[in-house]
């Protein structure tokens, strides 16, 4: 049971390059979200969808780009990478929104390093 | 205010031991509320939610109190496994989740 997948697991940048982060999740959740962690700062939301189509932005959206095409997949592009976008990206799906004490369910994360 | 504040630890406690996390939330009106488990280097899992009433999952005990504005969770026959960061999440704007900074637990032989 796969779950929610991210690639790739692993990735060094330059400053200035672009990449896209894939999540896809298999359990037929509405909702996926992006988020960052960093050391003594927790998780932070960049963007959201609540379904196929749709997006939102979250708490640190600026820098990123995200698309929902399939209900599956889950698109984190960066267009122009900065050092400060080095982190840890979690991707996460719940089958309904937090209000209605859906948990999420996450991958196993990104390790993006932005030289 | 920040939205959810945990005390960062770290716990370091003895095998057996029972130990106590606890948890503050800024909106009163939150309706969600659980505790993940995060070990080093790996993504968050959810423990457990947490319900009005409280509830027990084996040694694993949580609690809310929407008075205060405050969650805890109560860890007894501390295993060595345990150790990890348990990370306080509260629903605060509809569907988002908050998630806290965490509480570092080490259990010694």
């Known amino acids: 049971n796969a779950g929610v997948t991210q690639t790739p697991k692993f990735r060094v940048l330059k400053t200035g390059q672009s990449m896209t982060l894939l999540c896809a999740q298999d359990?037929?959740?509405?909702?996926m979200y992006w988020y960052r962690q960093d050391p003594g700062m927790g998780l932070r939301l960049i963007h959201y969808?609540?379904?196929?189509?749709?997006?939102a932005k979250g708490e640190v959206p600026d820098g990123y780009n995200v698309s929902r095409l399939k209900k599956q997949n889950f698109l984190l592009g960066l267009e122009s990478a900065a050092p400060s976008q080095t982190s840890v990206y979690f991707c996460?799906?719940?089958?309904?929104?937090?209000?209605?004490?859906?948990?999420?369910?996450f991958g196993d994360g990104t390790r993006l390093s932005i030289l | 205010r920040k939205e959810v504040e945990q005390d960062p630890g770290p716990f370091n406690v003895p095998e057996g031991a029972t130990v106590a996390f606890n948890c503050t939330y800024s909106?009163?009106?939150?309706?969600?509320f659980f505790w993940y488990r995060q070990d080093c280097r790996k993504e968050p899992k959810l423990l457990m939610s947490?319900?009005?009433s409280g509830n027990e999952d084996g040694r694993f005990t949580a609690q809310l109190n929407r008075a205060s504005q405050y969650i805890s969770l109560l860890i007894r026959d501390s295993k060595l496994s345990d150790s990890a960061t348990y990370l306080c999440?509260?629903?605060?704007?509809?569907?988002?989740?908050?998630f806290g900074t965490g509480t570092r637990l080490t259990v010694i032989p």
């Open positions: 969808s609540v379904g196929e189509g749709t997006t």
């Open positions: 947490v319900y009005s």
């Open positions: 996460a799906s719940s089958y309904l929104g937090g209000y209605n004490n859906q948990p999420q369910h």
């Open positions: 909106n009163s009106a939150s309706q969600s």
């Open positions: 999440v509260v629903n605060m704007r509809a569907n988002n989740l908050f």
């Open positions: 359990m037929n959740h509405e909702y």
